[in-house]
């Protein structure tokens, strides 16, 4: 009578091929130090068998857990999932990691920790304690928290760093950002547009300076004024709504605007409309990170794609690529996004 699938074991495998559980393990694990005909017999055992590798097993040839561990941040992840607004950073952050750590036999695991308290440390070991991880995907802001860095740096743990372009040994990953509000922002001025606004997020996150900073470099770019143009929000709708207050309150006020996410673009959609201004008739609108929630207002919002779930694939297949001690690219590596036109964008109204 045949096993069923759930029973079988590495233990099967080896017995039933003739050889030793670190033979087994260093096929699953497809290592070279194995002979072509000892790696065949093992193979074939494990297909008879119907054997599912497991972690445990794959660990047995070395010192490698096959865990990559991915931190979030505790507060706004939480206040995400709960406002059930459609944001979905961490879906494409699991979509990008979760495949790209199967193509490689790793288990991609999500940790939510608080990079503003001052026990971050403690939960970071306590974390490390359990899964001793190859590698750590540090998310904005945890890539420029120095307790995070220099804890991952004294336990020797990899790390890449998403949204931040420190050097040094470990791995950093942008999506571009400067650029991509540059190229909002160009967009913006090819249809014929002069002042334009920009709405930045919370300070905390270097993205923010990146992008505000690509709006300013193509409006000097253009010879065109900045000054009273732009407002710092912190990402949030309340934030947004009350910075496009300010710039819509202006006696000569702007004829588009960039928001530094589409919760704040969103906000600003909606203070436009009720001042009784048309999008994009009066306002021209852009959005960044393009997330599933600007497709479903009116009208549909013209957004910067962020690549998350490229980042974050790109991430797992540097670690692993270090862990094994293969040559990197140069740091930071640029992940760049597009720009996704949609319906909120127009030329300016004459006059």
């Avoid at 961490?90 to 001052?118: H, N, P």
């Amino acid at each position: 009578m045949a096993r069923r699938r759930q029973s079988v074991t590495i233990k099967h495998v080896a017995a039933d091929a003739g050889v030793s559980l670190q033979t087994v393990s260093r096929v699953i694990n497809n290592e070279a130090n194995v002979r072509p005909e000892m790696k065949q017999r093992v193979q074939a055992s494990i297909d008879k068998l119907g054997y599912v590798p497991s972690i445990a097993a794959q660990r047995m040839s070395g010192s490698r857990s096959y865990l990559i561990l991915a931190l979030n941040d505790r507060e706004r992840t939480i206040e995400d999932w709960r406002a059930r607004e459609g944001r979905d950073w961490v879906d494409q952050m699991l979509l990008g990691g979760m495949l790209k750590c199967a193509e490689y036999g790793y288990r991609l695991i999500f940790e939510l920790v608080d990079t503003r308290s001052e026990h971050v440390q403690r939960e970071l070991n306590a974390a490390i304690a359990a899964l001793q991880p190859d590698g750590v995907i540090l998310t904005p802001p945890h890539g420029d928290n120095k307790l995070i860095t220099d804890l991952l740096e004294e336990r020797k743990i990899p790390f890449a760093r998403i949204g931040s372009r420190a050097n040094g040994d470990n791995i950093s990953i942008t999506m571009g950002d400067d650029q991509l509000a540059a190229m909002a922002t160009r967009h913006l001025i090819d249809k014929g547009h002069k002042r334009i606004a920009y709405i930045a997020g919370a300070r905390e996150y270097a993205l923010s300076q990146w992008r505000k900073d690509g709006w300013l470099a193509a409006m000097r770019e253009a010879g065109l004024e900045t000054d009273n143009l732009c407002e710092r929000g912190d990402f949030s709708y309340a934030s947004g709504e009350e910075a496009a207050r300010k710039l819509l309150g202006q006696p000569h006020r702007p004829t588009a605007i960039i928001a530094g996410n589409d919760q704040m673009a969103i906000a600003t959609n909606d203070v436009a409309h009720e001042l009784g201004l048309k999008v994009p008739g009066d306002l021209s609108l852009i959005s960044f990170d393009n997330t599933p929630v600007v497709r479903f207002v009116q009208p549909q919002l013209t957004a910067i794609d962020q690549p998350v779930a490229e980042t974050v694939a790109t991430a797992v297949e540097l670690l692993i690529k270090k862990q094994r001690g293969e040559e990197l690219p140069p740091m930071p590596l640029v992940v760049e996004g597009g720009l996704v036109e949609r319906q909120s964008v127009a030329k300016p109204r004459k006059g």
